[in-house]
Antibody, heavy 128, light 108 residues
Framework: QVQLQESGPGLVKPSETLSLTCTVS????????WSWIRQPPGKGLEWIGY???????NYNPSLKSRVTISVDTSKNQFSLKLSSVTAADTAVYYC??????????????????????WGKGTTVTVSS | DIQMTQSPSSLSASVGDRVTITCRAS??????LNWYQQKPGKAPKLLIY???SLQSGVPSRFSGSGSGTDFTLTISSLQPEDFATYYC??????????FGQGTKLEIK
């Protein structure tokens, strides 16, 4: 059974770079997309971005200028870097696997994506 | 960006009640709609994907329906463990996933 575990500093100073790693255990990182999601205290969920095991990425436009997601298949890990952080970046950060199903259409397949395995989350506070 | 709006934002109900939560997309998203349950201090849990497919291990009292812009999550008979916050999420735009603001389901 696949499990995800986030790790990284719980406290980051304003203007510095937040760095987190998600370790995948019980399965391979290959052949999946992997996402980062965050949740500010008392608020809803915000998707940050995802990476395919091959290294292709896609980021939330609202964070794109500050976000980098990378993958290390040899370690079965993927990572998040968020630069120039402010107090607004204080949140619980989750990593998640994107599962998918393919449904045959008339001319091609339709792929439905969803986040089916989540880490427990790690709290990151931005404060001096 | 595709905006997702849930209603109501909060809901009080009793054990055994039938409950429906609605999610509306700002444009058509076909059936690219997922539902998650989140309990305090825990990670979200996938309940429904592709609008109406029940995730493995999720009780059959949960069901999803809809397509286009309007979707519903129904709990046929509320159990004590169902009191939580529920989120919808669109995966139609694979460039930008968006979540609804959440619906908090509380005990009456």
């Amino acid at each position: 059974q696949v499990q995800l575990q986030e790790s990284g500093p719980g406290l980051v100073k304003p203007s510095e770079t937040l760095s987190l790693t998600c370790t995948v255990s019980g399965g391979s990182i290959s052949s999946y997309y992997w996402s980062w999601i965050r949740q500010p205290p008392g608020k809803g969920l915000e998707w940050i971005g995802y990476i395919y095991y091959s290294g292709s990425t896609n980021y939330n436009p609202s964070l794109k200028s500050r976000v980098t997601i990378s993958v290390d298949t040899s370690k079965n890990q993927f990572s998040l870097k968020l630069s120039s952080v402010t107090a607004a970046d204080t949140a619980v950060y989750y990593c998640a696997r994107q599962g998918s199903i393919a449904v045959a259409g008339r001319d091609y397949y339709y792929y439905y994506y969803y986040m089916d395995v989540w880490g427990k989350g790690t709290t990151v506070t931005v404060s001096s | 960006d595709i905006q997702m709006t849930q209603s109501p934002s909060s809901l009080s109900a009793s054990v055994g009640d039938r409950v429906t939560i609605t999610c509306r997309a700002s444009q058509s998203i076909s059936s690219y709609l997922n539902w998650y349950q989140q309990k305090p201090g825990k990670a979200p849990k996938l309940l429904i994907y592709a609008a109406s497919s029940l995730q493995s291990g999720v009780p059959s009292r949960f069901s999803g329906s809809g397509s286009g812009t309007d979707f519903t999550l129904t709990i046929s008979s509320l159990q004590p463990e169902d009191f939580a916050t529920y989120y919808c999420q669109q995966s139609y735009s694979t460039l930008t996933y968006t979540f609804g603001q959440g619906t908090k389901l509380e005990i009456k």
